[in-house]
Nanobody, 122 residues
Framework: QVQLVESGGGSVQAGGSLRLSCAASGHTYMSYCMGWFRQEPGKERERVAVNGLDNIVAYADSVKGRFTIFKDNSKNTLYLEMRNLKPDDTAMYYC????????????????WGQGTQVTVSS
């Protein structure tokens, strides 16, 4: 099992920045691939950014150029640097991880954190 704990969310004005952190503990070798997802109430979960197989990163079109995902393996921590935030970025942000090749390839992660809220006001 892997335990994931997110932090760094908050309320900012449009144009502002936040850095989300996701600390992994437990069997951290199981966090072979990791990613950030977000969800607004009543809407489907959206994949925001992933650090997947062979450390290849991928971003949703809506965040390209504004968000950066990166890992600090020495701290077992995944980050999401968010710049030029927009009101549409308002959501609960979740960190996720997995160790299985096929699930990593398909972004079907099994380990999830509790989420951290990001609110962007106009």
């Amino acid at each position: 099992q892997v335990q994931l704990v997110e932090s760094g969310g908050g309320s900012v004005q449009a144009g502002g920045s936040l850095r989300l952190s996701c600390a992994a503990s437990g069997h951290t070798y199981m966090s072979y691939c990791m990613g950030w997802f977000r969800q607004e109430p009543g809407k489907e979960r959206e994949r925001v950014a992933v650090n997947g197989l062979d450390n290849i990163v991928a971003y949703a079109d809506s965040v390209k150029g504004r968000f950066t995902i990166f890992k600090d393996n020495s701290k077992n921590t995944l980050y999401l640097e968010m710049r030029n935030l927009k009101p549409d970025d308002t959501a609960m942000y979740y960190c996720a991880a997995d160790y299985a090749f096929l699930r990593c390839r398909d972004y079907e992660f099994v380990f999830w954190g509790q989420g951290t809220q990001v609110t962007v006001s106009s």
